[in-house]
Structures are given as structure tokens and as C-alpha cells.
Antibody, heavy 118, light 109 residues
Framework: EVQLVQSGAEVKKPGESLKISCQGS????????IGWVRQMPGKGLEWMGI????????RYSPSFQGQVTISADKSISTAYLQWSSLKASDTAMYYC???????????WGQGTLVTVSS | QSALTQPPSASGSPGQSVTISCTGT?????????VSWYQQHPGKAPKLMIY???KRPSGVPDRFSGSKSGNTASLTVSGLQAEDEADYYC?????????FGTGTKVTVL
């Protein structure tokens, strides 16, 4: 069974750093792109960027370029999303997602809620 | 690259049909047959309903159908049921990344 399991909810202060994770299982982790999707409270889905764990090829959506870093460790089938200096506006639910045939997302993680507040 | 444009809301009575549009450009929706649709219930992760414009993943009822004409894709839900009440998002490939639509809240009256 394909699963994407994300790390737990985080509460941080502005200016702090953070790295959240997404561990894949039940499939060849290095053969599928993994994307990150932001959903701010009460808002829609936003595609942040994507990584191919096989060779760490990474592509960022223009709105998120320079704001976050996406990485992966294929030895432990885990993708990461990190911030060096959080802002209150980073408060959101973050989903990892497996991109499959025809660029569709066939599996989603359960989401990681990030709350940034002083 | 801006989000794909969807109507904020749509509604129908049980048994009726509702169609949601998703308008992009020739660089995304119009340029690729890589349009997908997702259903999201409150507090849940999105679920893939349609991929490659009109294909249904295993387990998705055939009440859900997709189509595309030019830069606009559409999702039709026929025979509306109470459990279809949710937010729906379209998505298109655009060269390297994906882009989502603005989302449509479907209400079953």
C-alpha cells in the first residue's frame, strides 16, 4: 500500500527555522516526483515545488522560489520542506503529494499544520 | 503564472448535475492534456477524481466526468449525492510544476 506519512504539527515563533518531512512507503520512492502543497487557513491549494528523489532535481513555483527549500534523502525515502526564517504568513497546512501519470497527484500525505505566532 | 480560474461556488439538488469550469491559458490547460481534478472535504487531504482531462482513477464513481476545450477544462458531477458536497480544485501541468485552480465549493441543496 502506497503511503506518504508526514511529520507532526509544529508551533514556531517568527524568525525560527523549521524542517518538516514526508516519508514514502509501498512504492519505489526514487521513481516518482514528490511535490509540496500549501493550504493557508480557509484558502485554496497552492503548488510550492517538486523534487525527483532519484537525482534530487528540484523545481520551485515562482511564488515560492527563494522562500523555502525542498530536499530529499532517498536512503530513507523521505522528502523535506524547510524554512530558514519563518513568518506569520507561513501559517498553513502543508501537504506532500506524489506526482504520477499525466502530472496528476495520486497520493497525498495527511498534512502537517505549521503555526507561526509570537 | 497565476492560479487557474474557477467559479467560487456551484450548487444543485440531489440527482441533478453540476459543472465546474477551470480556465487557464495556452501555457497550461490549453497546452497539455494534463488536467486533473481533486475533491477536498473539510479537514481532509485532497482526493484525485479525474486525471489526464477525462480519466477516472479506480474507485471513483462514473458520475464524475471531465472534458476540455481550448484553455478551459470542466468537471461534471451527475446524479449529485450528499457526499459530493466538498471543495473541488482543478490542476494543470505547466512545463515543470503544476498549478491549481482557485477552487469551487459545491453545495448539495
Amino acid at each position: 500500500e502506497v503511503q506518504l506519512v508526514q511529520s507532526g504539527a509544529e508551533v514556531k515563533k517568527p524568525g525560527e527555522s523549521l524542517k518538516i518531512s514526508c516519508q514514502g512507503s509501498g512504492y519505489s520512492f526514487t521513481s516518482y516526483w514528490i511535490g509540496w502543497v500549501r493550504q493557508m487557513p480557509g484558502k485554496g491549494l497552492e503548488w510550492m515545488g517538486i523534487i525527483y528523489p532519484g537525482d534530487s532535481d528540484t523545481r520551485y513555483s515562482p511564488s515560492f522560489q527563494g522562500q523555502v527549500t525542498i530536499s530529499a534523502d532517498k536512503s530513507i525515502s523521505t522528502a523535506y520542506l524547510q524554512w530558514s526564517s519563518l513568518k506569520a504568513s507561513d501559517t498553513a497546512m502543508y501537504y506532500c503529494a506524489r506526482r504520477a501519470v499525466a502530472a496528476s497527484v495520486d497520493y497525498w500525505g495527511q498534512g502537517t499544520l505549521v503555526t507561526v505566532s509570537s | 503564472q497565476s492560479a487557474l480560474t474557477q467559479p467560487p461556488s456551484a450548487s444543485g439538488s440531489p440527482g441533478q448535475s453540476v459543472t465546474i469550469s477551470c480556465t487557464g491559458t495556452s501555457s497550461d490547460v490549453g497546452g497539455y492534456n494534463y488536467v486533473s481534478w481533486y475533491q477536498q472535504h473539510p479537514g481532509k487531504a485532497p482526493k484525485l477524481m479525474i486525471y489526464e482531462v477525462s480519466k477516472r482513477p479506480s474507485g471513483v464513481p462514473d458520475r464524475f466526468s471531465g472534458s476540455k476545450s481550448g484553455n478551459t477544462a470542466s468537471l461534471t458531477v451527475s446524479g449529485l449525492q450528499a457526499e459530493d458536497e466538498a471543495d473541488y480544485y482543478c490542476s494543470s501541468y505547466a512545463g515543470s510544476n503544476n498549478f491549481f485552480g482557485t477552487g469551487t465549493k459545491v453545495t448539495v441543496l
